[in-house]
């Protein structure tokens, strides 16, 4: 189902009408020449190929994103306290919201940092909240959280600046929110934590899936781009070795790899892309990770499951934003519901991301069920049930044509002195009709999200 159109989304159309459709392919060319890919892996190969554009934005109404904006912030303010808490004194657990068990089972847990207190206090840095809008209830639905090495935000910066330069009428007639103020955002973000010396964009190379997003990021926040091989920790201290051989001081690393090969020292030894001993230079304080070693355990989609209490727990407030409605199986009374009605579920693994580990009950064969349903009972802990939500499809312009595709919105969240929320975000879509999956991962496409004022 197709979202009613709004006063906001009209004018959008009023004006899509007039404009020159030849001009349309200056998206793709802008797309080529700055190299705005999303690399897939697939069946062993390496696939470069440009991130699927299309030019027909989200249009999400001030107001309605204004309540959003509100209900974000609010959640990441309760991670954020989760996070220290459960790396701290762990009153969560104590208190008997969240159990021990289900903690200490989390793959994403490190209890080797436990009372490690990083810069400010702050471990979610930046976070990546996905939604969709439910086209039963006509509400914004949480489904996942990001706070590892969320990616994509690079995708609508950069298309925006071709927006405006292909289609300048729509900026000129629309009051659209601005995003360029991004960079300046997470530049101050990592100002607030950085530890005396250089900001460092840590990338594990341009074979990544995101590595234009991680040299976009360096340039729009005057940080350096640097290789695990670029730097050296001495001291517990990180540096830059440039090419002159001269060492400068590291206080703040966006990194963009995940905690396994982030440090060979202390994750996998085979990891030749992270910095060894840098592990040791976050625990004395000497260098700020963003985001933070450790981070894991809140993404676990079981722990998600207790958000809404987290926000009632750390900030006792009411959750603006809601969960999907969820079931551990874990918990015996929701093992036997998730068993009695595995054809209508959607099940996950815990400790998968990307769209991978997701399987639709309806969609299952005998065989593949019998098979996930021994599977949940010989390990319950790995898996959540979801209902399915009826979220709404997005027009979308595919080989000149325009059609309706499931379509989700990643908010981006920066949390630094203030907390703030990207004006915008990265509306994902699926390319086939039907496709509850809009992962990038998976191969959709994305497309400009814009907050609009009449």
């Known amino acids: 189902m197709i979202e009613s159109i709004s006063p906001e989304l009209q004018k959008f159309y009023d004006i899509f009408e007039e404009i020159d459709k030849g001009k349309i392919s200056e998206f793709k060319d802008f797309l080529e020449a700055n190299a705005v890919n999303f690399n897939l892996f697939?069946?062993?190969?390496?696939?470069?190929?440009?991130?699927?554009?299309?030019?027909?934005?989200?249009?999400?109404?001030?107001?309605?994103?204004?309540?959003?904006?509100?209900?974000?912030?609010?959640?990441?303010?309760?991670?954020?306290?989760?996070?220290?808490?459960?790396?701290?004194?762990q009153r969560i657990i104590a208190d008997g919201i969240v159990p021990r068990e289900y903690v200490d089972s989390a793959v994403g847990f490190l209890p080797e940092f436990m009372n490690v207190v990083p810069p400010q206090m702050i471990r979610t840095h930046i976070s990546g909240i996905d939604l969709v809008k439910d086209s039963v209830?006509?509400?914004?639905?949480?489904?996942?959280?990001?706070?590892?090495?969320?990616?994509?935000?690079?995708?609508?910066?950069?298309?925006?600046?071709?927006?405006?330069?292909?289609?300048?009428?729509?900026?000129?007639?629309?009051?659209?929110?601005?995003?360029?103020?991004?960079?300046?955002?997470?530049?101050?973000?990592?100002?607030?934590?950085?530890?005396?010396?250089?900001?460092?964009?840590?990338?594990?190379?341009?074979?990544?899936?995101?590595?234009?997003?991680?040299?976009?990021?360096?340039?729009?926040?005057?940080?350096?781009?640097?290789?695990?091989?670029?730097?050296?920790?001495?001291?517990?201290?990180?540096?830059?070795?440039?090419?002159?051989?001269?060492?400068?001081?590291?206080?703040?690393?966006?990194?963009?790899?995940?905690?396994?090969?982030?440090?060979?020292?202390?994750?996998?030894?085979?990891?030749?892309?992270?910095?060894?001993?840098?592990?040791?230079?976050?625990?004395?304080?000497?260098?700020?990770?963003?985001?933070?070693?450790?981070?894991?355990?809140?993404?676990?989609?079981?722990?998600?499951?207790?958000?809404?209490?987290?926000?009632?727990y750390y900030l006792d407030e009411e959750p603006l934003l809601k969960n999907a409605p969820t079931y551990l199986p874990y918990y015996e009374k929701d093992r036997e519901y998730v068993l009695a009605n595995i054809d209508t579920l959607v099940i996950k693994d815990v400790a998968e991301a990307g769209g991978y580990g997701v399987l639709f009950g309806n969609r299952l064969s005998p065989e593949q069920r019998e098979e996930i349903i021994q599977m949940i009972i010989d390990d319950p802990r790995r898996f959540i049930a979801q209902e399915v939500i009826e979220f709404y499809d997005l027009p979308c312009m595919i080989n000149g044509e325009i059609v309706p595709r499931k379509a989700d919105l990643r908010a981006y969240v920066i949390c630094g002195e203030e907390v703030s929320v990207s004006m915008g975000g990265l509306t994902r879509f699926a390319m086939e009709e039907g496709n509850y999956l809009v992962n990038s991962s998976q191969g959709g496409g994305f497309k400009d999200t814009w907050v609009v004022e009449l």
């Open 137 to 312: 209830s006509g509400e914004w639905v949480i489904l996942e959280d990001n706070l590892r090495v969320p990616s994509g935000v690079s995708y609508p910066l950069s298309i925006r600046r071709a927006f405006r330069h292909t289609y300048p009428e729509f900026f000129e007639s629309m009051k659209i929110s601005k995003l360029k103020q991004y960079g300046d955002q997470l530049k101050a973000a990592m100002d607030y934590v950085n530890t005396g010396g250089l900001n460092v964009v840590l990338t594990p190379g341009r074979y990544n899936s995101a590595y234009y997003e991680h040299s976009y990021l360096a340039k729009i926040t005057g940080s350096t781009l640097a290789l695990g091989e670029d730097l050296v920790v001495e001291n517990d201290e990180v540096f830059l070795r440039s090419y002159d051989g001269k060492h400068q001081r590291v206080g703040a690393i966006y990194r963009r790899l995940d905690d396994d090969f982030l440090d060979p020292e202390v994750f996998h030894p085979e990891s030749l892309i992270g910095v060894p001993h840098l592990a040791s230079a976050y625990r004395a304080g000497n260098v700020a990770i963003m985001n933070s070693i450790g981070n894991g355990v809140a993404d676990d989609k079981g722990i998600y499951y207790f958000v809404p209490q987290m926000v009632k």
């Open 42 to 89: 697939k069946d062993g190969n390496f696939i470069e190929r440009s991130f699927p554009f299309d030019m027909i934005p989200r249009i999400i109404p001030k107001d309605e994103f204004d309540h959003l904006e509100a209900g974000i912030i609010q959640r990441v303010k309760a991670l954020n306290a989760f996070l220290n808490d459960i790396y701290g004194e």
